[in-house]
């Protein structure tokens, strides 16, 4: 089976730290990957997608950055977190029948 | 203006009731998918179509391209189905990743 696996869990940071997701993948090679976000109270938003490796468009200009060292491997970043990155992290990636989703990442910065 | 919107917002109904959620879009589109979020925060992909109708199980999703329109059903509704249900778009047609209506928060009571 196709799967995503998305570490950690939950995360609490105080504002001002570093952060890392890291988002990897199982399957077929070259898949597309994505980073959203949901704010409290809010939908999903697409942060950043990837169609290879060292390609990275971004969507939303923000605090954060990302990045595909490996085919397979998604890292979201942060050099100094905001408030406002509180929120669910979640990576997928597309294959012909649809995405899937990571379990995904639930950050509180505190 | 979202360019995805879904409604009801919220919904309530009792166990066995049959459940329509309803998207609109704004734009075309090379593929709307519905999506189920259950209240830790994982998301799962229902369906994703482009056009005609697709059944699984006790689901069965609908999409009119013409009117930009797609409806979800669940026939005879349980408990268990009670979750956050997503309907999101692939306006770009490309890889440029997904945009998310707000969600219809489901609650079905026994």
């Known amino acids: 089976s196709q799967t995503i696996h998305q570490w950690p869990a939950t995360l609490v940071q105080p504002v001002g730290s570093p952060l890392s997701l890291e988002c990897t993948v199982e399957g077929t090679s070259n898949p597309n990957l994505y980073w959203y976000r949901q704010a409290a109270g809010r939908g999903l938003q697409l942060l950043f997608y990837?169609?290879?490796?060292?390609?990275i468009s971004s969507e939303v200009p923000q605090n954060l950055s990302a990045s595909r060292p490996q085919d397979r491997q998604f890292i979201l970043s942060s050099k100094k977190l905001l408030l406002s990155d509180s929120g669910f992290y979640l990576c997928?990636?597309?294959?012909?029948?649809?995405?899937?989703f990571g379990s995904g990442t639930r950050l509180t910065v505190v | 203006k979202n360019e995805v919107e879904q409604s009801p917002q919220n919904l309530t109904a009792q166990e066995g009731e049959f459940i329509t959620i309803n998207c609109s879009y704004s734009?075309?589109?090379?593929?709307l998918h519905w999506l189920q979020q259950h209240p830790g925060g994982g998301i799962v992909s229902l369906f994703m179509l482009s056009s005609g109708k697709k059944k699984h199980g006790r689901l069965i999703a609908t999409i009119n391209i013409q009117e930009k329109h797609s409806s979800l059903h669940i026939t005879a509704s349980h408990p268990r189905d009670s979750a956050v249900y997503i309907c999101?778009?692939?306006?770009?047609?490309?890889?440029?990743?997904?945009?998310f209506g707000k969600g219809t928060h489901l609650i079905i009571q026994p």
């Open positions: 990837s169609v290879g490796i060292g390609q």
């Open positions: 997928a990636k597309t294959e012909s029948y649809g995405y899937t």
């Open positions: 999101a778009c692939n306006l770009g047609g490309g890889a440029d990743g997904l945009t």
């Open positions: 734009v075309g589109i090379s593929a």
